[in-house]
């Protein structure tokens, strides 16, 4: 299997039988991914080094903008696609298979979980897995130890407080928090200038 075909399988929300051929692949991928990562958490890099390292863990230039304090952790990082001006804080753990799409000026804060696979519900299949999505609009704001779980679209302009679990998608200019995370409030006309 080659990674084009192996992203088209996760990015076609198909299932991921325990023991397939997809499934085998992405031990591979995690593997280089574990190496890569390992090598932008084991000591300190220049920021251009650190773009250069997140570059060849998602297979893909960042915008010279991007900026990332270690430690960051993936276990696939193929699948994570990063807008300009994007900022990933210290302690982020990103399941990217289903795919991670991180839209410009988004901010991420210490320990944010992306979260993009579900495994079986059947215990005889538990090894399976589920792909789907998660979509960060235009100059979110994810605060600290948030989780967002597969499936999530979170829209331009929302804030997710700290310590919230985002089940279900985030309407724009929102404030959400809490477990499961629920709208708050909207953001007023003057926090929106």
């Known amino acids: 299997m ?3 075909t192996f992203l ?3 990015n076609s929300g198909k299932v991921v039988q325990g023991g397939s051929e997809p499934h085998l692949f992405m031990h591979g991928v995690s593997q280089e991914a574990l190496r890569i990562t390992a090598e932008i958490n084991g000591s300190y890099h220049e920021p251009s080094e650190l773009r ?3 570059s060849q863990l998602i ?3 960042v915008d010279e903008s991007f900026g990332l304090f270690p430690p960051f952790y993936s276990d696939c990082g193929k699948n994570i696609h990063i807008g300009k001006h994007v900022f990933i804080n210290m302690g ?3 399941q990217d298979q289903g795919g991670i799409y991180i839209d410009d000026g988004a901010l991420i804060g210490h320990n944010v979980v992306l979260a993009t696979l579900n495994h079986a519900r059947s215990p005889r299949d538990r090894s399976s897995m589920i792909p789907a999505p998660i979509r960060i609009g235009k100059n979110v704001w994810i605060g600290s130890n948030a989780t967002v779980l597969p499936g999530v679209t979170i829209g331009d302009g929302a804030i997710v ?3 919230a679990v985002v089940t279900r998608d985030v ?3 929102t404030i959400v928090g809490g477990m499961p995370a629920k709208v708050i409030r909207h ?3 003057e926090e929106l200038q």
Request: glycine share 8%; hydrophobic share 40%.
């Open 2 to 4: 080659e990674l084009e």
């Open 8 to 10: 088209e399988h996760l």
């Open 52 to 54: 250069a390292l997140f």
């Open 59 to 61: 297979g893909q230039p």
């Open 92 to 94: 982020c753990k990103f």
């Open 161 to 163: 407080a700290a310590g």
């Open 171 to 173: 309407p724009e200019n």
């Open 187 to 189: 953001l007023s006309k």
